[in-house]
């Protein structure tokens, strides 16, 4: 009777729910075990009633009871099954984005396509783990990459099902990131200026280059980088005969040339900036890669 199929058959919806706020509460909980009451509350439901329930789930082997005053519940691997859900960490998690922002607490466990993934008419039932009352129906997401085939999926949210933690997404993209490195992508004739030039010079050297900014280079070392909104700012206040150092900002975030486009993406989202210096293993610049040269890579994918 308590055989895994038998369990699956069993469960009943609030047994669900129940199991998904427990594996919530436990992913979040460094590895310490979760009150009857914790669930109770965030379902809405009397502890009394959660307590019995668990007596069932316990008996189908996807709950352990931990006993004593710190004690709760935990979910077994077998819970993590019956739902499909990764038990791995965090490390793997796949983000999910908001108009931009990643939503704290809450990822990606499986992504399903109803139909050949055709961004113009194709629908992909995404399942969550975490809070999914987080989202509504026509929130713009995105979704990805996914840790291995680096897929990134853009949509509507068109539905969602509270029970089973699955929203549906009417997408309007679908992607693959390039597996291809930093160096293959980024710009490499790498336009540098010298420290010593007045910011007037550095926006003459710019605008007929038709660039936004250049990395400020002395003796084969990055000291900081300008770009055009720094030398506005800078005519803007009457200084643009001062030197281009003076203004440059020296917060250089580099990559090295065998970076994975996917982590630079990463570096460029997490420091909230639209180009990188690509430098060598010796810490030479030997490059630039911009937002715009990673969304053409992506673009160019057939």
């Known amino acids: 009777m308590h055989n895994g199929s038998a369990g699956v058959k069993m469960l009943t919806s609030v047994q669900k729910e129940i199991l998904q706020t427990l594996i919530n509460l436990y992913r979040n909980s ?3 075990s979760i009150k009857g009451e914790e669930i109770a509350a965030i379902m809405n ?6 307590r019995n329930q668990m007596q069932s789930l316990r008996s189908l082997g996807l709950v352990k009871g931990v006993p004593g005053p710190r004690g709760g519940y935990k979910p077994t691997i077998k819970a993590y099954h019956q739902l499909n859900i990764s038990s791995t960490g965090r490390e793997t998690a796949v983000p999910i984005y908001r108009d931009g922002e ?3 607490d809450l990822s990606v466990a499986k992504i399903e396509f109803t139909s050949i993934p055709d961004p113009g008419e194709c629908e992909a039932a995404i399942k969550l783990v975490g809070s999914i009352r987080k989202l509504d129906l026509g929130d713009r997401v995105r979704i990805g990459p996914t840790p291995v085939n680096k ?12 029970m089973d933690n699955i929203i549906l997404l009417d997408t309007t993209a679908i992607r693959s990131i390039p597996k291809k490195t930093v160096a293959e992508v980024a710009t490499r004739d790498l336009v540098t200026l010298a420290p010593d030039i007045t910011v007037k010079e550095a926006a003459a050297r710019l605008s007929s280059l038709g660039i936004e900014g250049a990395p400020i ?13 720094d030398i506005t700012a800078s005519i803007a206040a009457g200084t643009e005969f001062m030197q281009v150092s ?6 250089i975030i580099t990559v090295k040339q065998d970076t994975m486009i996917a982590d630079a993406i990463e570096v460029m989202n997490k420091h909230n900036i639209g180009r990188l210096i690509v430098t060598d293993s010796e810490g030479r ?3 630039i890669i911009t937002r715009t ?7 160019g994918l057939e």
Do not use: C, F, W, Y
């Open 217 to 229: 280079v002395e003796d084969d070392e990055v000291k900081g980088i300008v770009t055009l909104s």
């Open 102 to 104: 990643q939503i704290e």
């Open 151 to 162: 897929l990134v999926v853009d949509g509507v949210v068109v539905g969602r099902d509270d």
């Open 45 to 50: 439901r009397n502890p009394g009633t959660i």
């Open 30 to 32: 460094n590895g310490k």
């Open 246 to 251: 003076d203004i440059m900002s020296k917060n």
């Open 285 to 287: 610049p030997t490059g």
């Open 293 to 299: 040269d990673i969304l053409d890579s992506i673009a």
